[in-house]
């Protein structure tokens, strides 16, 4: 089976990604209505926010071979967000591949389905979300695709988007409604520091 790829998206602006570096999730999804963001998706690296440009991978439950292609081609800065289906009975990612995602200069993994070597990710600062942990490998036969449409943890994620990660949890937008909100998430900032000092 073979790995569809389509065309890379425009990379998130460098101003724009900065307005976001450090941007809480919380914050982003109390100013979308607290209706958008993935569920069940978790941090399991030591620490690090995550913000980037999302390249999708869409591949069958237990395999990865998408998104060791995925890999190949990803450009510094970029997320890698894989919809595995919500499968957890084999990892998508491991120590080896999250390595290798730092020594490009990725910005991060997001995957709906698991990841194992939980002991060395822990240690790491490089930004890793997923469902869930488990020792067993995949397979790598297909088919797969990138830069597709992809559902992760609830949460639709087109090529392109900004995918925003914390502590919290993930979140991801369009460049233009991330623009658009920039206003509201400063207000909403100033408004919790506000109110956070008042009872300092």
């Known amino acids: 089976m073979t790995t569809r790829v389509f065309d890379f998206p425009r990379q998130i602006d460098a ?12 914050i982003i999804s109390d100013c979308m209505e607290r209706a958008y963001g993935t569920i069940g998706i978790r941090p ?11 390249v999708t991978v869409k ?15 990803a450009r510094p800065g970029d997320v890698i967000v894989v919809d595995g289906g919500g499968d957890v009975s084999q990892a998508l990612a491991g120590e080896i591949m999250v390595t290798q ?15 194992r070597d939980l002991g060395a990710i822990k240690v790491m600062d490089f930004p890793c979300y ?15 695709a990138i830069n597709v449409p992809v559902c992760v943890g609830g949460l639709i994620v087109n090529p392109g988007d900004l995918v925003v990660g914390d502590d919290d949890g993930v979140i991801a937008l369009s460049s233009e409604l991330a623009r658009e909100l920039l206003p509201k998430i400063r207000a ?13």
């Open 15 to 26: 101003e724009l990604l900065a307005a976001y570096r450090g941007v809480q999730s919380s």
């Open 188 to 200: 909403a900032e100033e408004w919790e520091a506000q109110l956070l000092a008042g009872y300092r």
């Open 101 to 115: 995602a730092l020594s490009l200069g990725l910005a991060g993994f997001v995957i709906d389905g698991a990841i």
């Open 44 to 54: 399991y690296h030591r620490a690090g926010h995550m913000a980037g440009t999302a």
């Open 59 to 73: 591949t069958r439950p237990g395999d990865n071979l998408a998104l060791n292609e995925a890999l190949k081609l």
């Open 130 to 144: 997923a469902q869930d942990v488990c020792h067993r490998g995949p397979y790598k036969n297909g088919p797969g």
